[in-house]
């Protein structure tokens, strides 16, 4: 008899106790259909499954793990921080350090607030730029994520003259009715909203190379519009860079377009894989923070000294001369590989990365939007997802998700993704 599926039996058990047996939805392959893998342990490049099935790990906890699972540098840094205590609740020299690491990187900041996820920053950020110009309004872009605070989960109302629609239950119109969501990448839209709300508008909060409908990039035109409109009508540009930074390169996706936002929003990488998440931006908007101005903010964890070990230790091995070189040759191999493989099997596919984070479309176009990446056959995505699967690669498990190399993958794992994407392709049902 074959052995019993031990995912299947821990779903099951996982489902029995925890809402879709999982603590996040992206998680419980829903998108994709099938049973999602419950890891056991993970090093370097690889995961195994609760069956002890390697895979190569594209997703590295959706970002954080840039430089692989487990180096040792990072493990040696956190063991020796859990000896000191796991958290003070009280303020520590590492914080300030940490604080020091980010604000050398991003030339854009001046001052930054640790927390304990994006959603938690992107929120607080979302609240100063309200405090800090005394304004409701915000605008936000369809197909971009910034978490789940509630003025965020929203879907674009009917023209520009309405705002926003809730996109969850449990989140009262009211709250959603001072957001906007405009088309990403569309100057006219984004000119139109500003002559009707400008001087009520509080922020604009974009990613700039958007992750979250895969891999989007906002042109150059476009965010300078988004800048330029921004300034002209004081409303405060923050950049949504949890996924993006010190993921696209050693000064995030502001670093790449040569943009300066008011506030930046931070997350994933910075922690290392620890809950650790930070936003930030010129002293004059920070300070409006509490303890010292009017905008409350707080946590239990914020800066936690673990977390903060993490962050550290892995700032520190990113920012060694080469590492990005190294990790966006390796991650434009990969890209590079794949669309020579789906244009081999005559598969329609596209791709694009930037430093260690990549995006796919099964089409010849790049979308320039979410409507065009939601035209996606989502029965071949899922068919290139599962036939990956079972040939031991792991990419994101739903089609508007990226992907991420880290320093640890080799060319052999380079390698062996493309053939078995090239072997994938060849099944795929043909156009
Ligand atoms: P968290 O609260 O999940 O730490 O961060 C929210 C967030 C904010 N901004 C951006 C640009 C993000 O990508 C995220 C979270 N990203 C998702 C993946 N698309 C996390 C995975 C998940 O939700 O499980």
Same mark, same amino acid.
């Given at each position: 008899m074959q052995n019993a599926d031990q995912n299947d039996i821990l779903f099951e058990r996982a489902r029995a106790v925890i809402p879709g047996g999982v603590n996040s939805p992206v998680r419980a392959f829903k998108a994709v259909g099938g049973t999602p893998r419950f890891i056991r342990r993970a090093e370097g490049a690889y995961f195994w499954d609760a069956n002890d099935k390697r895979y190569i790990d594209y997703i590295g906890s959706w970002g954080p793990m840039i430089l692989g699972h487990g180096h040792p540098a990072v493990v040696e840094a956190v063991q020796k921080a859990v000896l000191e205590g796991f958290s003070y609740g009280a303020p520590t020299e590492r914080e300030i350090e940490l604080a020091e690491a980010i604000l050398a990187l991003m030339p854009s900041m001046e001052m930054v607030r640790l927390v304990s996820s994006g959603t938690e920053a992107a929120m607080s950020a979302l609240r100063l730029a309200r405090g800090a110009t005394g304004r409701k309004h915000i605008i936000k872009f369809e197909g971009c994520y910034h978490g789940h605070a509630d003025a965020l989960l929203v879907k674009a109302g009917s023209g520009l003259a309405t705002f926003g629609h809730p996109t969850s239950a449990g989140v009262p119109p009211e709250v959603t009715q001072h957001t906007l969501v405009l088309e990403y990448n569309n100057i006219a839209q984004l000119e139109e909203a500003f002559a009707l709300h400008g001087n009520d508008i509080a922020c604009l909060m974009i990613e700039a190379i958007a992750g979250n409908m895969n891999f989007v990039r906002a042109t150059p035109a476009f965010a300078a519009r988004c800048r330029e409109l921004c300034t002209q009508h004081g409303a405060l540009l923050v950049f949504?860079? @949890?996924?993006?930074?010190?993921? @696209?390169? &050693?000064?995030g996706a502001q670093g790449v377009l040569g943009i300066t936002p008011d506030l930046t929003v931070l997350g994933k990488v910075i922690g290392g894989g620890m809950p650790l998440a930070a936003f930030g931006g010129p002293r004059a908007i920070m300070e409006q923070l509490a303890p010292l101005g009017p905008v409350y903010q707080a946590g239990t964890l914020s800066g936690n000294p673990v977390a903060t070990a993490c962050g550290l230790a892995t700032l520190k091995e990113i920012s060694k001369p080469g590492f990005y070189e190294a990790l966006a040759k390796k991650t434009r191999t990969l890209v590079d590989g794949l669309k020579a493989a789906a244009a081999a099997e005559g598969q329609p596919f596209n791709a694009d990365s930037e430093g260690g984070m990549f995006g796919f479309f099964l089409m010849d176009e790049l979308p320039q939007n979410y409507a065009t990446v939601m035209t996606t056959d989502n029965a071949k995505f899922n068919a290139l997802f599962h036939g990956l699967l079972d040939r031991g690669v792991y990419i $994101?498990? $739903? &089609?508007y998700e990226a992907g991420f190399v880290s320093a640890a993958h080799g060319e052999e794992d380079i390698a062996a993704t493309i053939e078995a994407a090239r072997q994938v392709f060849r099944t795929l049902r043909p156009l």
């Open positions: 949504d860079e @949890v996924m993006t930074g010190f993921r @696209v390169g &050693l000064h $994101a498990p $739903a &089609l």
